[in-house]
């Protein structure tokens, strides 16, 4: 680990969709609801993203969302996705 834990959110799947990809390769899109701390304040994490599987088997993907406090603070975020894969394609 890079520094130390900041906070730890999970939560469920709400969609996904195939979107077309002019490069070829699958292009997927996930949008997504969880719940979490961060920082110690509790907060409901709502965002879209997608991601593409490059030539190389790397994945490439963009993705914005925004956190909910429960007395209504908000923030939004906006993410850069790259990830190396193993051979068998799972992570």
């Not at 130390?4 to 390769?25: C, D, F, H, Y």
Request: charged share 20%; with cysteine; glycine share 16%.
């Amino acid at each position: 680990m890079l520094g130390e834990k900041i906070g730890e959110i999970s939560g469920k799947v709400t969609m996904q969709r195939v979107l077309p990809n002019l490069g070829g390769a699958p292009k997927m899109e996930t949008s997504f609801q969880a719940n979490g701390s961060l920082l110690g304040t509790n907060v409901k994490d709502t965002g879209t993203y997608w991601t593409v599987v490059r030539p190389d088997g790397t994945h490439y993907g963009e993705g914005q969302g925004v956190m909910v406090t429960k007395d209504g603070k908000m923030a939004t975020w906006a993410r850069f996705i790259f990830k190396l894969c193993r051979q068998n394609g799972l992570d």
